[in-house]
């Protein structure tokens, strides 16, 4: 089996997903093209040479609709020649289409690929492709095999069920939001975002959705998003699934979830005879990717069971990870892996994670790789993690390595 090396990853800046979010303007498919073309430009690529392009999007109705990885192509005028195709696994979907071309090049069935995501949450809104089903109640026919309820229900029941409290939340809320500003503020992002130029001449080219003011006074003070509509039916439906729970502690507010937002990204991919075909030059090497199922009631446990997976399958320890991106969809996934794999917690979204940066759901796995390696050459370390909780009950992990 081949390796699959990273050769580059850029991303858009994240807008916040309202209809006067920085990116609203940008048509989705625009979006994704934006981090084709950089990719090419950055790395003197000959656009045919790619293989195969996979993006992940969540919402694929509306603006989103179709196959948003051929559109994305078409939009950068990239040759008829170089297909694409399109993912969903909720919010694991950008990181699976990089795992996915990262295995297609390990096979040898091609030399060249690109993997990425997008999510344009101000023109297309979460949920949008259930149609007229209730939010809340999502697939009634799995409903009747299984006690299904909303994320944020779901977060609340990790909190309570391994003993997370609203402070450690709001604290954990707190630091995202000064690692994210302080990062912006030092240029950390820089090497990667690539900027977004209007219609009307602005450019974007900064993350809109931190907020600094947001102190553990201001997180503190805010009500829990999920307590009217959880102690009115949906706990109880949780409850059956988990009785020893008894009662189910409500945690997570605005300020301790992931913010809703714009953003695309994408990763090129080679193995060994790419890179030498084609003078690519590899920034870092993929060891592991891999996806795992869990129980769809407590849902968001993934990034444990994954994590572990992908450590195995690389041969390495929690300790050997330099750094650990794992996705903040609620301060409580977070927390909850920490202490499952007793993770040093300075190790962990070193500069900031979804809930001040936002979550951009079919592009955030691709980011977080694109984060990890900039900050593994910054540091001069060598291995990092990123990890997804994923609605339905499932997990997925990707391992690489600094060159």
Not at 76 to 93: D, I, K, L
Not at 135 to 159: E, M, W
Not at 258 to 275: M, P, Y
Not at 320 to 339: G, H, M
Request: aromatic residues 4%.
């Amino acid at each position: 089996m081949s390796n699959a090396y990273v050769i580059d990853a850029v991303r858009t800046p994240r807008g916040k997903g309202k209809k006067r979010g920085t990116l609203a303007s940008v048509h989705p498919q625009e979006l994704s093209a934006s981090t084709l073309k950089a990719i090419q430009e950055r790395n003197g690529l000959k656009p045919e040479v790619v293989e195969e392009v996979v993006l992940g999007c969540v919402s694929q109705v509306d603006d989103q609709a179709a196959c948003i990885a051929r559109y994305a192509v078409m939009a950068a005028q990239w040759p008829n020649s170089v297909p694409g195709y399109t993912v969903n696994r909720f919010c694991g979907s950008g990181l699976q289409a990089v795992n996915n071309i990262a295995n297609h090049v390990q096979s040898g069935a091609m030399a060249v690929g690109l993997g990425g995501g997008v999510e344009s949450m101000s023109r297309v809104k979460m949920g949008a492709d259930l149609g007229d089903r209730d939010f809340n109640i999502g697939n009634p026919n799995i409903q009747k095999h299984y006690n299904l309820v909303p994320q944020g229900i779901s977060a609340d029941l990790i909190a309570t069920k391994y003993n997370i409290s609203r402070e450690e939340a709001d604290k954990f809320a707190e630091s995202s939001q000064l690692k994210a500003d302080k990062a912006i503020k030092e240029g950390v992002f820089k090497k990667s975002i690539i900027p977004i130029k209007l219609e009307d001449g602005s450019v974007v080219d900064t993350d809109e959705n931190p907020r600094i003011e947001s102190d553990y006074a201001f997180l503190s003070g805010l009500g829990a998003v999920f307590k009217t509509v959880g102690e009115k039916e949906l706990d109880a439906i949780a409850l059956r699934s988990y009785p020893e729970v008894g009662k189910i502690n409500h945690i997570h507010t605005l300020g301790n979830s992931s913010g809703i937002v714009d953003g695309a990204a994408s990763v090129l991919i080679a193995n060994d005879e790419g890179v030498k075909k084609f003078g690519l030059k590899p920034r870092a090497k993929i060891l592991a990717t891999v996806a795992t199922g869990e129980d769809p009631t407590i849902m968001l446990t993934g990034p444990v069971s994954a994590s572990k997976k992908a450590l195995q399958a690389a041969g390495l320890k929690v300790e050997d990870i330099d750094l650990w991106e794992i996705n903040e969809a609620f301060a409580s996934v977070v927390l909850y892996t920490q202490k499952s794999l007793g993770i040093p917690m300075e190790k962990i979204n070193v500069n900031g994670g979804a809930i001040a940066l936002g979550h951009p759901l079919g592009a955030t796995g691709a980011i977080l790789l694109g984060t990890a390696l900039d900050e593994l050459e910054r540091r001069n370390k060598r291995y990092a993690l990123m990890t997804l909780c994923i609605g339905g009950g499932m997990g997925i992990a990707t391992i690489i390595e600094r060159i």
